[in-house]
């Protein structure tokens, strides 16, 4: 077996010009094309009703309160939690009132969920389509091409993550595939698109992978298509009462632990 630490490959060094500066170049420059396309795919957003603005509004308040309980003394979140839970029973703050009990309306009749719905498909496919044509084109043209080798050592476990497409069990983990600089590029590119479009872009394929996936909390994303906010205000109802035997208050005590650090 060779010596994989003294380990040395020859290769053409153009390799390193013509395959990693091409890859790198059109991933970022796929990336710019991805955002303007997104941001002109997106449809012209609607004038909210005040009522449903309101709706979405006090629950994320009580699902704040709820995340951020130990911020304040104990009183005051039973407080606020004793007020909140006695509204969301009551239906306050419900957009229609009327509608408690009946059945989630079709997302599909709904024209604001069908917004929603024919944005997140937009977004797929600017994600989609330039991942098939740029895996297509490495796969075509700089499939089983080993680039160039890392500076530092590396354990056997990033083998798999740096040698895809390269089935050779005794080549030092430090040497990089091109379909590996592929998804190195894919994962790292984050800062560049920050850089150049700013932190509120859509060339992140990663970052709008994981926002898709875990939407948060924040605006129209609380309540999705066909979903009873109803039901969404009694479970938070639970999950107040849950916390609040939970709390623990971070400045309590606190003089005492200063005079114990002094």
């Known amino acids: 077996m060779a010596d994989v630490q003294n380990q040395m490959i020859l290769r ?3 390799l390193f010009y013509w395959i990693l500066f091409p890859i790198t170049g059109v991933m970022i420059l796929t990336g710019v094309l991805r955002h303007y396309a997104t941001v002109l795919m997106q449809s012209d957003p609607k004038k909210q009703d005040i009522k449903a603005l309101r709706e979405q509004r006090n629950l994320l308040h009580g699902i704040n309160l709820r995340q951020n309980l130990n911020q304040i003394p104990f009183s005051s979140f039973v407080s606020r939690k004793n007020a909140l839970v006695a509204a969301y029973k009551r239906g306050e703050y419900l957009k229609d009132p009327g509608a408690v009990g009946q059945p989630a309306p079709n997302p599909m009749t709904d024209p604001a969920g069908m917004d929603q719905m024919m944005n997140m498909l937009k977004g ?13 084109w490495i796969n075509a043209f700089f499939s089983g091409f080993v680039i160039m080798k890392l500076p ?9 993550m740096l040698q895809s497409g390269v089935a050779t069990r005794d080549l030092d983990v430090r040497w990089v595939s ?8 894919l994962f790292g590119l984050r800062s560049v698109f920050n850089y150049i479009l700013g932190s509120d872009n859509s060339a992140d394929q990663m970052a709008a992978q994981m926002q898709q996936m875990s939407p948060g909390t924040g605006g ?3 309540f999705g298509p066909g979903q009873d906010p109803n039901k969404m205000f009694i479970a938070e109802v639970e999950n107040l009462e849950v916390a609040g035997g939970q709390h623990e208050w971070v400045l309590n005590g606190v003089e005492d632990r200063l005079l114990a650090m002094a």
């Open 12 to 14: 053409d060094p153009q």
């Open 124 to 136: 797929n496919m600017a994600m989609i389509v330039p991942q098939t044509l740029i895996m297509g």
């Open 152 to 160: 530092f050592p590396l354990t056997i476990r990033f083998k798999s």
């Open 178 to 185: 091109s379909l590996s600089w592929y998804f190195l590029n």
């Open 220 to 222: 129209a994303s609380i």
